[in-house]
């Protein structure tokens, strides 16, 4: 599988979904393709719907008694076009935006897709399940009323 030094964002849709089609997916090849994709606002802005609450990225290690809270183990900021990779191996992580002014637009890609993850309180550790829900689909809020699954 060739990956071109720059790809549009359908091109990044199209080639994910390549790399997931084969039996083996080489995690430094999904890393380097999300890598070639140069941030266009024109190919994302209709997505990109904000909630002011909301976005950094923190790294904490599992809880290791209850009612303690989570040690932050390091702290990294990503700029335009950063790529990372996470998963559970590897520990906790949060998202913010540093800033209380300006919008901040990542893309992730969670392979296998979910519809439950585990939210933790700083302060206690205490986890939570939580139903994974979208602010939009295809460039459209979502309106959950009257909807239990969140779906």
Request: proline share 19%.
């Given at each position: 599988f060739q990956i071109p030094k720059m790809v549009s964002f359908v091109q990044l849709v199209v080639?994910?979904?390549?790399i997931f089609g084969q039996k083996m997916v080489d995690v430094d090849e999904v890393k380097k393709l999300m890598g070639s994709y140069k941030s266009n606002i024109n190919e994302w802005r209709r997505f990109a719907i904000f909630d002011m609450n909301k976005y950094t990225r923190n790294l904490y290690d599992w809880p290791k008694k209850?009612?303690?809270?989570?040690e932050t183990i390091e702290n990294k900021t990503y700029g335009l076009n950063g790529v990372s990779y996470m998963n559970d191996e590897l520990g906790l992580h949060r998202m913010e935006n540093l800033s209380h002014s300006?919008?901040?637009?990542s893309l992730h890609l969670y392979i296998?897709?979910?519809s439950t993850c585990n939210a933790f309180d700083e302060r206690t550790g205490k986890k939570t399940q939580c139903t994974v829900t979208f602010y939009s689909k295809y460039g459209e809020k979502v309106d959950y009323k009257g909807c239990k699954e969140g779906k």
């Open positions: 080639q994910i979904r390549e209850k009612h303690t809270p989570l300006n919008g901040a637009v296998p897709p979910y």
